[in-house]
């Protein structure tokens, strides 16, 4: 029955609307997280924390993979993995352990996003359909449910031999996972358990009463993906359930796109047309693939005072359909493109 659904729901993928569920991302929320890699510690405090007014909370240490992590939640879905290198990793690490060290080599930046899909067994046979190889790997992390440890989360990506047929960020392409949680972590409860637990770890002086982000950071809002062709990304991502929304035109990047919902988020698609363009320039330097992300604040301005006043830069505020917005270029932000935006109420 499962299988016969998931193909029925392949079939249907490009007329449904947004709010429902499409195959791959089934009774998932989609787009959850984002990976950036950075040099150190030190880098990721002055950066993220200091001149772009996020709360970096300590993570964890994965030690076969020689990485350090620290966690900007966005609670209750969405958060930001920020990896670091601080020994050489072990003969048995994952794939992520190459992969931050890589794009470290051209200056840091995003390293992959994941989509939370549910069921993943569903996932995994929607993009076997797609005759695309999966490969399923085990959490080494654990939670309790009833008692018993179980396995954290359960990821799945398309194999490398594979990657040829997309675009690098694309669905299904290199730099874009799967995962699926073992534990309900959409907590409503979350937000104020979080804000609680910023005050008392990382006081920030800037941060408003109520708020874990000194700007106000509510959720990503989007991921920006460069690539060959905007046309083609949309349709391969359409295989994939997701569903063609507005075009898009950034002034700061000098491109325009188009938007693909993906579950609760958007992908954002740019191709460098024009060869004078900062994406232009950006992609001569770190290749196609991730570049930036959309992040929801609850309050623009103060949004715009603290960053303005963290990076000593003064940053044009513009109104985009219903949003106003701004945008910190990736020689600032540390590898990539990070847009402020709140919705006009």
Not at 69 to 95: C, K, S, V
Not at 118 to 146: F, G, N, Y
Request: aromatic share 8%; net charge neutral.
């Amino acid at each position: 029955m499962r299988i016969c659904a998931a193909l029925w729901l392949f079939v249907a993928a490009t007329a449904v609307a947004v709010n429902e569920s499409p195959t791959v991302v089934g009774n998932g929320w989609g787009l959850d997280h984002v990976i950036i890699a950075v040099s150190n510690s030190e880098i990721a405090n002055r950066t993220y924390a200091g001149k772009l007014g996020f709360t970096p909370f300590v993570g964890n240490k994965f030690v076969s993979e020689g990485l350090d992590q620290a966690i900007i939640e966005l609670p209750p879905a969405h958060y930001l993995e920020l990896l670091w290198p601080y020994r050489e990793p072990a003969p048995d690490a994952r794939p992520i352990a190459t992969t931050v060290r890589k794009v470290l080599e051209t200056g840091g930046g995003i390293t992959a996003y994941n989509i939370d899909v549910s069921p993943v067994e569903q996932a995994v046979d929607a993009i076997r359909k797609l005759q695309l190889h999966v490969v399923v790997e085990p959490s080494r992390a654990t939670d309790t449910v009833d008692g018993k440890e179980v396995p954290a989360w359960r990821f799945a990506r398309v194999d490398p031999q594979d990657l040829l047929l997309q675009p690098r960020g694309v669905p299904g392409g290199k730099a874009v996972g799967f995962i699926e949680y073992r534990v309900n972590v959409l907590n409503p409860a979350s937000f104020k358990k979080l804000q609680a637990r910023a005050e008392k770890e990382v006081p920030d002086p800037r941060r408003l009463s109520g708020e874990i982000h000194a700007n106000s950071a509510r959720k990503i809002r989007a991921v920006w993906v460069a690539v060959p062709s905007v046309e083609e990304a949309v349709k391969q991502s359409a295989r994939f359930g997701f569903v063609p929304r507005a075009k898009r035109k950034s002034e700061t990047i000098g491109e325009d796109g188009q938007e693909v919902q993906c579950g609760q988020g958007i992908v954002v698609f740019f191709e460098a047309t024009h060869p004078g363009s900062s994406l232009a320039a950006y992609v001569k330097q770190h290749g196609l693939g991730p570049f930036g992300i959309s992040i929801e604040v609850a309050d623009i301005k103060t949004a715009q005072r603290v960053v303005e006043d963290g990076t000593q830069t003064r940053f044009k505020l513009e109104r985009i359909g219903e949003e106003r917005s701004f945008v910190v270029p990736e020689e600032i932000a540390g590898g990539l493109y990070i847009e402020f935006v709140q919705p006009i109420q």
